[in-house]
């Protein structure tokens, strides 16, 4: 039964793909090292970026060692987003991508409208503007995916912005039967434009507070990395170890010793005026679907036997799974097994500590396994609702599974000061090994701010897994990635799915060619058809978690 419960790859197809998959990684690593980093000639001060945004930013950025500063220049080379021409104050909705105008097209491909399991499929999509005018710039954030709900299966589209209005779309034909294309405009180009200047120009339009305490006197200041300069002098708790800077406003009358909590102090309202709000608006160019010119659906037959096949030149990357009867099977070289039931799932964490650190797309984990596992009891801290610390035990099968959120600029209820940890730190008081499970997911309250500040976050937790994995080796690291949510206007200013989708990018570069392991929860979300959500329903967490398991125990796989 459990080697039935399994998923095998035996499929020479997906083999044929993921040899595609490998040359084309070679080919994109390739050009990473015929990149030539700018150089600039004049002379730079030691702690000056050569961004030239950073110099007038009221952000603090932790100084960073040249190779540090080559990489963060390199990755925000490699994920530059494409320009969208300025639009003539003010903007008129008239010339923005509208998607009612704009259609796609299922290319009839080499075989001349036949496919089999192991081809691609390859859609066209053509964008156009509220008047219908086809758009002649690229820059629009479009999301796709192949589905057959029937079968409860998917998988997520490539997107290649072919700058000229038009785009591709490729899939990978992973099951026989039909497969339906879907294409969705999440936000016009010349809404990514606006939404590139907000995190330039109002960093801090969410903003944070601390409560500072003693005696009988008590006082709130405001908090931040981007702090507006203000007459008022600051108090500096920049962590000395990572060095992650942050400051309050000075209380008026109580030292900067008297900082007793950290909590989200709100969002900053009407930041846009009316014209750049109908950019964003819900069932007109926000997360719409884009119809098809012709069929939107194929019939995909069996494989071919012996069928070679040439991969497209316009594939940048494939998939790294699909659902198939609504069971995530990754492609990544992981079997991944369905730990369905609770002995099946304590068997696997066995004598393990499971260690998570992040935001509440990790929390939602940590829930998960305390429902799924009765013999594991969550340890009552008095912690606080959303920021933990957690701590839940399986006394009889010798299992840890703890929880921590991350640092500022955390975006939670009041958390004590002395229970705000970087991850950096935590890893490097942790005591790794064969046993030892550390799983990382920190993304989402990090998108309102200049990429330096994730990159640099990024770059002190990564020193501490590469301490972890010297010291301790055989602990087992895993990275859960962004994933797409649900969007209203207000959402999209604080957390649209361009900044995920663009911090997502720079986690994944960062830990390229690490001894760590990734759970796509971007293409778990994105390929299954429940709706996006910060917090994917469980179908999707139970998928993340198995997932997970499978890495935990491979052997399982039967
Ligand atoms: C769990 O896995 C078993 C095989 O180990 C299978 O028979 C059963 O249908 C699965 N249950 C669910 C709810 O998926
Ligand atoms: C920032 O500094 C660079 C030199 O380091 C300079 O060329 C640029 O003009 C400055 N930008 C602003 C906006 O001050
Ligand atoms: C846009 O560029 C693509 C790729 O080069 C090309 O196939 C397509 O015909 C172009 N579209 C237009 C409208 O020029
Ligand atoms: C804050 O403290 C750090 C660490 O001591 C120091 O490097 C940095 O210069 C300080 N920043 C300010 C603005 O005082
Ligand atoms: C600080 O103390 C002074 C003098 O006791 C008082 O007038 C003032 O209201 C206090 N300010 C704050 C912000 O508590
Ligand atoms: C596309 O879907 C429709 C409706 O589900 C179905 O009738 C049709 O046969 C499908 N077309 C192909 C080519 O599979």
Redesign the pocket.
């Known amino acids: 039964m459990k080697a039935k419960a399994c998923l095998r790859r035996e499929n020479a197809a997906i083999v044929l793909f993921l040899a595609a998959f490998v040359l084309i990684f070679l080919r994109r690593h390739m050009d990473d090292l015929e990149f030539q980093p700018k150089v600039k000639s004049t002379i730079i001060m030691p702690k000056v970026s050569t961004d030239p945004d950073m110099n007038r930013s009221f952000c603090t950025f932790k100084p960073l060692s040249p190779k540090d500063a080559l990489e963060e220049r390199r990755i925000l080379d490699s994920t530059a987003w494409p320009e969208t021409p300025l639009l003539p104050a003010p903007i008129s909705l008239e010339q923005t991508s509208d998607p009612a105008h704009s259609t796609f097209t299922i290319l009839p491909g080499m075989k001349g409208g036949q496919w089999h399991v192991g081809d691609q499929l390859q859609v066209m999509i053509q964008t156009s503007d509220f008047q219908g005018r086809p758009k002649k710039s690229g820059g629009d954030f479009l999301l796709t995916r192949l589905h057959n709900r029937k079968l409860e299966a998917g998988v997520a589209g490539q997107v290649v912005d072919h700058l000229n209005g038009s785009y591709s779309a490729v899939f990978s034909l992973l099951w026989e039967g039909?497969a339906?294309v879907e294409v969705t405009l999440v936000h016009s180009g010349e809404a990514i434009s606006v939404l590139n200047r907000l995190n330039r120009e109002q960093p801090d339009r969410i903003y944070f507070k601390s409560l500072f305490h003693s005696g009988s006197l008590s006082e709130t200041s405001f908090c931040n990395v981007c702090l507006r300069p203000t007459q008022q002098p600051l108090c500096n708790y920049t962590d000395l170890r990572t060095g992650e800077p942050w400051f309050c406003y000075k209380p008026k009358n109580l030292s900067c010793d008297a900082r007793i909590n950290h909590y989200i102090g709100g969002y900053k309202q009407n930041l846009l005026n009316a014209n750049e709000e109908k950019l964003f608006q819900s069932g007109v160019n926000l997360k719409v679907y884009i119809r098809a010119s012709g069929?939107a659906?194929?019939?995909v037959l069996p494989q071919k036997e012996g069928q070679l096949k040439v991969k497209s030149s316009t594939v940048t990357s494939g998939p790294s799974g699909y659902y198939y009867q609504g069971v995530w099977r990754a492609l990544g070289g992981t079997t991944v097994c369905k730990f369905n039931t609770s002995s099946a799932i304590s068997q696997c964490l066995k004598g393990k500590a499971v260690h998570m650190y992040g935001d509440s797309t990790v929390r939602q984990w940590f829930e998960f396994l305390n429902a799924a596992l009765p013999g594991l009891k969550e340890f009552d801290l008095h912690s606080p609702k959303q920021t933990g610390p957690y701590i839940s035990l399986d006394n009889a099968n010798n299992i840890l599974v703890t929880f921590r959120c991350h640092g500022p600029p955390i975006r939670f209820s009041p958390i004590p000061t002395r229970e705000l940890r970087y991850i950096a730190n935590e890893l490097d008081g942790l005591n790794g090994g064969h046993n030892t499970v550390v799983v990382l997911g920190i993304w989402s309250h990090f998108s309102t701010f200049p990429m330096e500040i994730y990159i640099r976050r990024l770059q002190s937790i990564r020193r501490a897994v590469v301490r972890l994995l010297n010291t301790d080796p055989g602990t087992l690291i895993v990275i859960r990635t962004a994933n797409p949510k649900a969007l209203t206007l207000s959402e999209t200013i604080s957390n649209s799915d361009w900044y995920s989708l663009q911090r997502d990018k720079v986690l994944r570069a960062m830990f390229k060619g690490l001894n760590v392991h990734l759970i796509d929860a971007w293409e778990m979300t994105l390929a299954h058809h429940l709706p996006h959500n910060l917090h994917p329903p469980p179908p999707i967490i139970k998928n993340m978690v198995n997932h997970l398991f499978s890495y935990i125990c491979p052997q399982n796989g039967g």
Do not use: G, M
């Open positions: 039909d339906q069929p659906n194929v019939t």
